[in-house]
């Protein structure tokens, strides 16, 4: 499996770009849209995968990969694919030939799954009976055990967040599935947080849309027992979704929100001039934070096109 030495080789394909709106592509139903490490990735009904570019805003196929339902990459070339069947598969990618995922592994003992979502490290998937399980860069499976009754999972670095079918949410991290340098936390639940009905992770930060449509964050390093703030500015939250380090509203007008989770203007929500109507949203697990990559939040309007947003 590849490791950090990686990171030379991302860095020369990942382009840092300032602040851009693409214009609107043409419409497209895409059943998933998912962020990875370092990209978006669209899958069509017809099963096949496009992925976002670091140097333009159009859409590439990965030709390598068939009968996708969902699928997104971690930070090591590594991309995670689940088929039609709820079956997972690992495409390991040669870092001299991006693209050209030269290694396929499926991953058997996982059995079939919901959804994914993908870490730095790895990946969890949330089954149908409402259980939810881990593989690392190793391949490893577990379940995480003390955990059921799981609607949703997220995680865009080393802590996971999943929401519970009583509007309850839970935070954790696992050793097989973070750095050397991360520390792993125990099944913990949030107890300020109820009737939540979405929920996004970031990097160090976790968010919440509760039922009467306020948006909540907290932070995943918090000494004792989290305590998640409101992130105000805007009326009648639709929908929320994490960037690594940033955090984006759809408001009940169809407008983009985004705030820092750092610095001087962190948790100040400004609008995204341009985007209007928007009534999904989906961000990648990179951005100006790391230093040597840029995030991408990708917006669809009620029509179904999409604009992408490039953070600085």
């Not at 609607?151 to 802590?159: E, G, V």
């Not at 449509?213 to 979704?241: C, H, L, M, R, Y």
């Not at 341009?274 to 697990?285: L, R």
Request: proline fraction near 3%; glycine fraction near 10%; charged fraction near 20%.
């Amino acid at each position: 499996m590849n490791s950090r030495k990686f990171f030379s080789a991302l860095t020369v394909i990942m382009v840092i770009l300032s602040l851009s709106i693409s214009t609107f592509a043409a419409a497209t139903k895409y059943p998933s849209v998912i962020g990875g490490g370092n990209e978006v990735y669209f899958t069509t009904s017809d099963g096949k995968l496009y992925v976002t570019q670091p140097k333009s805003n159009n859409l590439v196929q990965v030709k390598k990969v068939t009968n996708v339902k969902m699928a997104a990459d971690d930070v090591y070339f590594g991309l995670w694919v689940m088929d039609k069947s709820g079956y997972v598969y690992y495409y390991q990618d040669d870092p001299d030939h991006v693209g050209t995922y030269p290694t396929k592994k499926k991953l058997d003992k996982l059995g079939t799954v919901k959804s994914i979502s993908i870490g730095s490290e790895g990946m969890y998937a949330l089954k149908t009976d409402g259980s939810v399980w881990g593989v690392n860069n190793k391949l490893q499976v577990f379940k995480v055990e003390g955990l059921s009754g799981v609607t949703s999972i997220s995680i865009k670095d080393f802590d996971i967040i999943a929401l519970k079918s009583d509007g309850t949410v839970w935070q954790w991290s696992d050793d097989a599935v973070i750095a050397d340098f991360a520390k792993k936390k125990p099944l913990t639940q949030i107890t300020a947080l109820k009737n939540v009905k979405q929920i996004s992770a970031g990097a160090s930060n976790g968010l919440a849309l509760k039922k009467d449509n306020t948006v909540w964050q907290w932070s995943f390093d918090s000494e004792g027992a989290p305590k998640p703030v409101q992130i105000k500015g805007f009326t009648g939250a639709k929908s929320i979704e994490a960037g690594r380090m940033e955090g984006y509203v759809i408001d009940g007008a169809g407008n983009v929100w985004t705030w820092k989770q750092w610095g001087a203007k962190k948790n100040s929500p400004s609008k995204i001039k341009g985007f209007t109507q928007i009534v999904s949203m989906v961000a990648s697990g990179k951005d100006s934070y790391d230093g040597f990559s840029n995030g991408r939040l990708v917006a669809f309007d009620k029509n179904n096109k999409f604009k992408i947003y490039n953070v600085d």
